[in-house]
């Protein structure tokens, strides 16, 4: 049974930092590609970030480059996203997404979790 559960979000003043985590629990996390998505009140879902399995390579929304980093922990069973020099657009709930074959940007990811929210004022 896949199951991904956010956490780190918060309040936080323009300019901060706040890390996201993402706990699966799953025997082969490293096979799945990963990656955070967030849906601010009245918009549309969006990709944020996506990381491969095994070597970890990475892309993001050009509105979060340069300012978010996605990673993970394949022993651990943990992804992440650093995100710095906040701004309030990025106001949203953050969810993060696990699919066995899809490594992109759209939601087409098998599983999602719950989400975290972030607050940015």
């Known amino acids: 049974h896949v199951q991904l559960v956010e956490s780190g979000g918060g309040s936080v003043k323009t300019g901060g930092s706040l890390r996201l985590s993402c706990d699966a629990s799953?025997?082969?996390?490293?096979?799945?590609?990963m990656a955070w998505f967030r849906q601010a009140p009245g918009k549309e879902r969006e990709g944020v970030a996506s990381?491969?399995?095994?070597?970890?390579?990475?892309a993001y929304a050009d509105s979060v480059k340069g300012r978010f980093i996605i990673s993970r922990d394949n022993d651990k069973n943990t992804l992440f996203l650093e995100m710095n020099s906040l701004k309030p657009e990025n106001t949203a709930m953050y969810y993060c997404?696990?699919?066995?074959?899809?490594?992109?940007?759209?939601?087409?990811?098998?599983?999602r979790g719950q989400g975290t929210q972030v607050t940015v004022s």
């Open positions: 997404a696990a699919d066995l074959g899809y490594c992109g940007m759209d939601m087409f990811y098998s599983y």
């Open positions: 799953w025997f082969t996390y490293s096979s799945y590609c």
């Open positions: 990381i491969t399995r095994i070597h970890g390579g990475t």
